[in-house]
């Protein structure tokens, strides 16, 4: 049973960064597609991140394209997002995903539990 444990949320201000990290174990997982979620209060889950299980494509949702990274070391399973020039609207538990699929899909079959992260004003 795969696992993913998440790390690295909590507050910070406006324009400020964060990282996050997502390890995993219990698979095949370095060749998992993966990547991370988020989910305001009142609001659905979304797409934030993924990255291909070789590490050679990533793909980000609008509103993370040039202030957010994901990378990962397949060496150690682990997965990273760092976000920088964060907004309040990037306020929300951000999970970590997996699927065993080279692209993550739609809707991963693994998830961690989240973590959050807040962006005051």
């Known amino acids: 049973q795969v696992q993913l444990v998440e790390s690295g949320g909590g507050s910070v201000q406006a324009g400020g960064s964060l990282g996050l990290s997502c390890a995993a174990s219990?698979?095949?997982?370095?060749?998992?597609?993966m990547g991370w979620f988020r989910q305001a209060p009142g609001k659905e889950r979304e797409f934030v991140a993924a990255?291909?299980?070789?590490?050679?494509?990533?793909f980000f949702a609008d509103s993370a394209k040039g202030r957010f990274t994901i990378s990962r070391d397949s060496a150690i399973n682990t997965v990273y997002l760092q976000m920088n020039s964060l907004k309040p609207e990037d306020t929300a538990v951000y999970y970590c995903?997996?699927?065993?699929?080279?692209?993550?899909?739609?809707?991963?079959?693994?998830w961690g539990q989240g973590t959050q992260v807040t962006v005051s004003s």
């Open positions: 995903a997996a699927d065993p699929r080279v692209e993550l899909p739609p809707t991963p079959r693994y």
């Open positions: 219990g698979g095949a997982v370095s060749s998992y597609g």
């Open positions: 990255i291909s299980g070789r590490g050679t494509t990533s």
